[in-house]
């Protein structure tokens, strides 16, 4: 095959998931400390990773109210992954610390 050929559908293998309006997804950072999450509040995309890292002496977890997804226990230092499969809003809170809140608003 020549040389040009090959350049071009390699090309096209790269640039048709631009073409079509395809995003790489995005990894998040929520950090946990002082008996909050920060952000609070996040936006995100769908195909969107979200890491909870836990910098507080107590344990705790992400959990959405909707039962999508839950973190575990996160003891200090400990992070958790969790994609965004679909969207809309997610509520979450740490079951061992109920009036921790926090919200992801997915698009």
Do not use: W
């Amino acid at each position: 095959m020549p040389q040009q050929t090959r350049r071009a559908i390699l090309g096209a293998l790269i640039v048709s998931p631009l073409a079509l309006g395809a995003r790489a997804a995005t990894t998040h950072q929520v950090e946990i400390a002082g008996f909050k999450y920060s952000p609070a509040e996040l936006n995100v995309a769908v195909g969107d990773t979200v890491v909870f890292t836990n910098t507080d002496g107590a344990p705790h977890t992400a959990t959405a109210l909707d039962g999508s997804f839950d973190t575990k226990r996160l003891r200090r230092g400990n992070s958790a992954e969790v994609v965004i499969e679909k969207a809309g809003t997610f509520e979450y809170k740490c079951t061992f610390h109920p009036n921790m809140r926090g919200k992801i608003i997915a698009s």
